[in-house]
């Protein structure tokens, strides 16, 4: 198994392009831990030929670069591969060919995920680590082309820096990483560490909250600063005296999914590409402090091989400066068995919460949920041919901000024009459908008749708060036609979240009268803010407020609302509620 061709966004002349590298002219791997410097030591010397040098080493190489670092081995990943290349090819992010994922499913289920953390904290409590990078692996069965799988990756994590494709044939290395590990430019080596990560929030205002936290979090900035720390050491002993600095502490950098708090370290020196790995591999944000110690207590905890997982993958174009990331968000693809394994955790420190950390694990693999399948924006609009389209400045501003949240591009000037120029004879639904390059689609349908009878019933299961398909409209409606699948015969399901709070149905928002007001539940119980809803709490005629169950019992009327449909009166079937969403609703009253 060697690397036959690759896919970076790489640094040219100060700009990033997609670089696409194929028909390598030499290729070394070694399966091995006494062949690793072999293979390193090959490719620099290939690079002083004059050629490209691509490749990737595994977090499983550690104790090739010092005998007293302990870790598993993962059998179908290579410990270092590399391959050297003539001039690639400038071009755009391919799209790849179809693929199907089936359901990521934990290595570690939550109890024994947040087990590992507190044995973690004791051992932190006993002085034997300070920090420890905690992590597990999601599997799932995969079907088709890991470079389709790959482009869906990084349309997903667009703002990612370090995206890298590499294809060994019946296996590849499919990377959206946010975090470089280690760049050279002429004599200046650079580390620029993440420790510190808070999920990214729909909307623009909380997001921006969400920012100033984590910058004074003061758990995150020393989670930070320990870090910062050894980069500094390692870095230090292949630096020039005098020489070592940081740059940068404490900067967030935002991502399609979170943000992550970062660091940059910088300092001089002449050494080889070996010498480099051996001081600073692996990556000191992806293992704890002290390294050694803690490489240890990994290799017990998790019990499973990281694999390329936390590894790097890199280039070296001809002059000799490289850039290699620290490979998180990354995905192993083994299209033999038909298994793509990805890993995610993070940093555990003394005052770390195990749910919090649990939490914060799933964030980090959002961007499966993205890449998993394509989805395009929507948007419902109504039209008549009396009036033209409903409310067409605020589903305008609606898909606005999804675009801006899931990095599609959008022209909203075309959007408008597409629907003010649409005519027909009979009142009709404008489904205004968005491609991630910004392909406008328009589908008109036949205005919804009214329902007679329209009782609505619970659905049996709670949303999560978090899922940002709830908070913004697009194609994957997964959670909304789950519900409906289960209540064919109702008119609409209403949905919960866990905490007991009422949300919204599936295709509308809720409101329900109380003591003559007129309230609907806050985007922060899980839901779409609709644009008849927004129409509504603008003029006040409506306002926010959580509804829980006893409220959607005691009140006097209840409506479904949005702009296709306008105000709904419901029935609801209160036979159809799940005991733990009164018991819930109970218990937070």
């Not at 507190?118 to 680590?129: P, S």
């Not at 979090?217 to 320990?226: C, G, I, L």
Request: net charge negative; glycine share 6%; proline share 5%.
């Amino acid at each position: 198994m060697s690397l036959e061709r690759a896919v970076l966004r790489h640094p040219v002349d100060g700009v990033r392009e997609w670089l696409a590298f194929a028909d390598p002219v030499d290729s070394w791997e070694a399966d091995e831990l006494s062949d690793v410097k072999d293979v390193l030591d090959a490719a620099e010397a290939a690079n002083r030929r004059g050629l490209w040098v691509v490749g990737m080493v595994s977090y499983d190489a550690g104790p090739a670069f010092d005998e007293a670092l302990r870790s598993l081995r993962a059998e179908d990943v290579p410990l270092a591969s590399f391959a050297a290349f003539e001039t690639p090819t400038t071009t755009t992010l391919p799209s790849g060919g179809d693929f199907a994922i089936g359901r990521w499913e934990a290595t570690r289920v939550r109890r024994e995920y947040e087990t590992d953390i507190r044995r973690v904290k004791d051992l932190i409590a006993r002085g034997e680590t300070y920090q420890v990078n905690y992590t597990m692996r999601l599997e799932a069965d995969f079907d088709g082309d890991p470079l389709g799988f790959f482009a869906a990756m990084a349309r997903a994590q667009r703002s990612a820096d370090h995206l890298a494709y590499l294809d060994f044939g019946d296996r590849a290395a499919c990377s959206a990483s946010p975090e470089l590990f280690i760049r050279r430019s002429g004599r200046t080596l650079e580390s620029r560490p993440m420790k510190g990560t808070r999920p990214r929030h729909p909307d623009p205002i909380n997001d921006a909250d969400i920012v100033r936290e984590l910058l004074e979090s003061e758990k995150d900035r020393a989670e930070n600063t320990m870090i910062v720390d050894m980069v500094r050491n390692d870095l230090g002993r292949i630096g020039d005296t005098g020489s070592l600095m940081t740059t940068a502490l404490h900067t967030v950098e935002s991502f399609s999914t979170v943000h992550q708090l970062t660091s940059t370290v910088e300092v001089q020196t002449d050494a080889g590409l070996f010498d480099v790995f051996a001081a600073t591999f692996p990556g000191a944000s992806i293992t704890g402090a002290p390294k050694v110690n803690t490489a240890s207590f990994i290799a017990d905890l998790e019990r499973t091989p990281r694999g390329l997982y936390t590894g790097t993958i890199g280039a070296i174009p001809p002059n000799g400066d490289f850039e290699f990331n620290i490979a998180i968000r990354t995905a192993w693809v083994n299209t033999n068995l038909g298994r793509a394994t990805y890993g995610v955790g993070g940093g555990v420190v003394w005052d770390s919460d195990p749910t919090a950390e649990w939490n914060e694990a799933h964030d980090k693999a959002r961007v499966l949920y993205r890449a998993d399948r394509p989805f395009r924006l929507l948007e419902s609009i109504a039209w008549t041919p009396e009036c033209g389209s409903v409310l067409l400045e605020r589903h305008l501003d609606r898909l606005s901000l999804a675009a801006t949240h899931f990095g599609f591009d959008v022209d909203l000037d075309e959007v408008r024009r597409r629907v003010e120029s649409f005519h027909a004879d009979e009142p009709q639904v404008i489904r205004v459908l968005v491609g991630l390059g910004g392909a406008v689609e328009l589908e008109p349908r036949a205005m919804p008749m009214p329902d007679p009878n329209p009782v609505v019933v619970f659905d049996t299961r709670p949303i999560d708060r978090g899922d940002e398909f709830l908070r913004h409209k697009t194609t994957r409606r997964d959670r909304y036609d789950e519900a409906r699948e289960r209540f064919p015969e109702a008119y609409d399901v209403l949905l919960w979240n866990r905490l007991g709070q009422l949300c919204e149905s599936t295709i509308a928002n809720l409101v329900v009268e109380i003591d003559n007001e007129y309230r609907t539940p806050p985007v922060e119980a899980g839901l779409l803010p609709g644009t008849m809803r927004a129409e509504l709490l603008d003029r006040g005629d409506i306002v926010e407020a959580m509804v829980t169950y006893d409220d959607l019992r005691e009140a006097d009327r209840v409506w479904l609302i949005n702009s296709v449909r306008g105000w709904v009166e419901i029935e609801i079937d209160h036979a159809s509620a799940p005991g733990r969403l009164a018991a819930a609703s109970a218990y937070r009253s």
